[in-house]
């Protein structure tokens, strides 16, 4: 483990390795369902759902400056996702990224060291493989904010 | 053993009907104590935002498969997973999941090598069950303990391993049904997405492509007898006696394409292999197509 995190994400990590093994999962869950719902004007444009070719769930995902503000890498950036209800877990790791780093500074993000999902003690209990979904999301909310700033 | 088989017209077409159960006979034998009902899918936290009342759920990365060697768990990891949900060797086992039975039909493909004797599909799985508004629960379900014995994995009835595959290789069928862009080698993976990676793209030389999905229907029931002889039959050539194998990327896709042709289309002889592309993918020295046309063995590959 090398990388310190921010408070709001550290604190997450501590919640999960807090809970006895055989509860982290319905904490996952509960993410999963407190994964906020698209503003209004993101939900209207279905064809930005990034879809994949089986095996993985859609996740849409979007990455702006925070409202009004001057863009610059101490500058906050607001995080949106939304995946179906078919997809949990999906639905939970985005919304353990949301909690974590919406409205950090991009330069914090792109800071996020990026063995990040496995602090959360999750690996065994929802499988490696299944992890790998939680870096991968992690990879693209860094390129997105990389994006953000080259524009 | 086991409870009876379900009288159901709709499965007559079948070679092995005993192998289905509608949602209606699911609902009528919720209590029944010969039956236990398996949920198994892709996303791990489905089961828990709720399933058919009294399911217990069965994960293939946290239970069926190994945390050391890639396999599955032994004759004795088998009989403790099946102790803890309940399950004897004589309970007729109903399996259901997530998109159209796939997962569904990888765990009942792993009960089948240990042999158990009677382990079922909910046509149409946990969509169809949902879509007709029936009862999902979220109450905990803890089975009281069952005495499993221990009964060693037999690969030999139902899996095939790379060299197997070598050695069918010009000599009998093969069948990927994997997606169109995996196959002809076009997509090993996206960027920033998470596969299990593959470092070369393609299909095994002469395999047919035939996607898993063209035998399920819309509403994630199988598709009919004379649907699925067709793709299969007159499709691909499939004879009576040929000896299959079938394979994806990780042997989950192909487990429900395994289910068809053995128990739907009443293939003898019908082997899923689970290295599947991943293995084929990454090994060295073993042969590749790319493309769309099935391609030749050659000279030089075993």
């Known amino acids: 483990m090398s990388g310190a995190l921010p408070a709001q994400l550290e604190e997450l990590v501590e919640d999960f390795t807090a809970v006895p093994e055989e509860d982290k999962l319905q904490l996952l869950l509960e993410f999963s369902r407190s994964l906020p719902e698209l503003p209004a004007r993101l939900g209207e444009h279905p064809e930005e759902l990034e879809q994949v070719v089986e095996c993985q769930s859609p996740l849409f995902l979007a990455v702006e400056w925070d409202d009004g503000a001057e863009p610059g890498p101490e500058t906050p950036v607001r995080l949106f996702f939304s995946a179906p209800a078919e997809a949990p877990t999906t639905r939970g790791f985005a919304s353990i990224l949301h909690e974590g780093l919406d409205g950090l500074p991009a330069r914090q993000v792109l800071e996020i060291p990026d063995d990040l999902p496995e602090r ?28 953000l700033q080259d524009a | 053993m086991g409870v009876a088989v379900e009288n159901n017209e709709e499965f007559a077409q079948y070679a092995h009907p005993e192998r289905l159960v509608s949602t209606q006979w699911v609902a009528e034998h919720l209590d029944d104590p010969g039956v236990v009902l398996v949920e198994s899918d892709e996303d791990v936290l489905l089961y828990e935002t709720g399933h058919v009342p009294g399911a217990v759920k069965v994960d293939w990365h946290t239970d069926l498969n190994r945390p050391d ?20 060797r004589d309970t007729t086992v109903v399996v259901y999941g997530d998109k159209s039975n796939w997962w569904a039909a990888y765990a009942l493909w792993v009960f089948e090598l240990f042999g158990h004797p009677d382990v079922r599909l909910m046509n149409g799985g946990r969509d169809k069950w949902i879509a007709e508004g029936r009862e999902l629960s979220t109450e905990k379900v803890v089975p009281g303990r069952a005495d499993y014995p221990v009964v060693e994995r037999d690969d030999a ?8 595959v070598l050695a069918h290789l010009g000599e009998q069928p093969l069948i990927d049904v994997r997606s169109l862009p995996e ?6 993976h996206m960027a920033d997405y998470p596969q299990e990676g593959t470092l070369r793209g393609g299909h095994i030389p002469t395999a047919a492509s035939v996607p898993w999905a063209r035998a399920a229907a ?31 990327r990780i042997g989950e896709r192909s487990s429900h394409t395994w289910f068809v042709l053995k128990y739907l289309l009443g293939y003898e002889k019908v082997r899923n292999y689970d290295g599947s592309w991943t293995e084929w993918g990454n090994s060295v020295r073993v042969p590749i197509v790319l493309g769309e046309e099935r391609g030749e063995v050659p000279g030089a590959a075993r």
Not at chain 1, 120 to 147: C, D, H, I, N, Y
Not at chain 2, 78 to 84: N, T
Not at chain 2, 157 to 164: K, S
Request: with cysteine.
């Open chain 1, 120 to 147: 959360f003690g999750l690996t065994q209990l929802v499988s490696p493989l299944r992890m790998r979904g939680m870096s991968a999301m992690l990879g693209r909310v860094k390129r997105r904010v990389r994006e």
């Open chain 2, 69 to 88: 060697t890639r396999d599955y768990v032994d004759g004795a990891g088998f009989a403790e997973l099946m102790s803890r949900k309940g399950i004897s």
């Open chain 2, 157 to 164: 009835r139902a899996r095939a391993f790379q060299e197997d």
């Open chain 2, 183 to 188: 196959y002809t080698g076009e997509r090993t």
């Open chain 2, 218 to 248: 819309e509403d994630a029931r199988f598709r009919s007898r004379e649907e699925l002889e067709a793709v299969y039959r007159d499709g691909v050539g499939l004879a009576e006696d040929d000896d299959i194998i079938a394979y994806c």
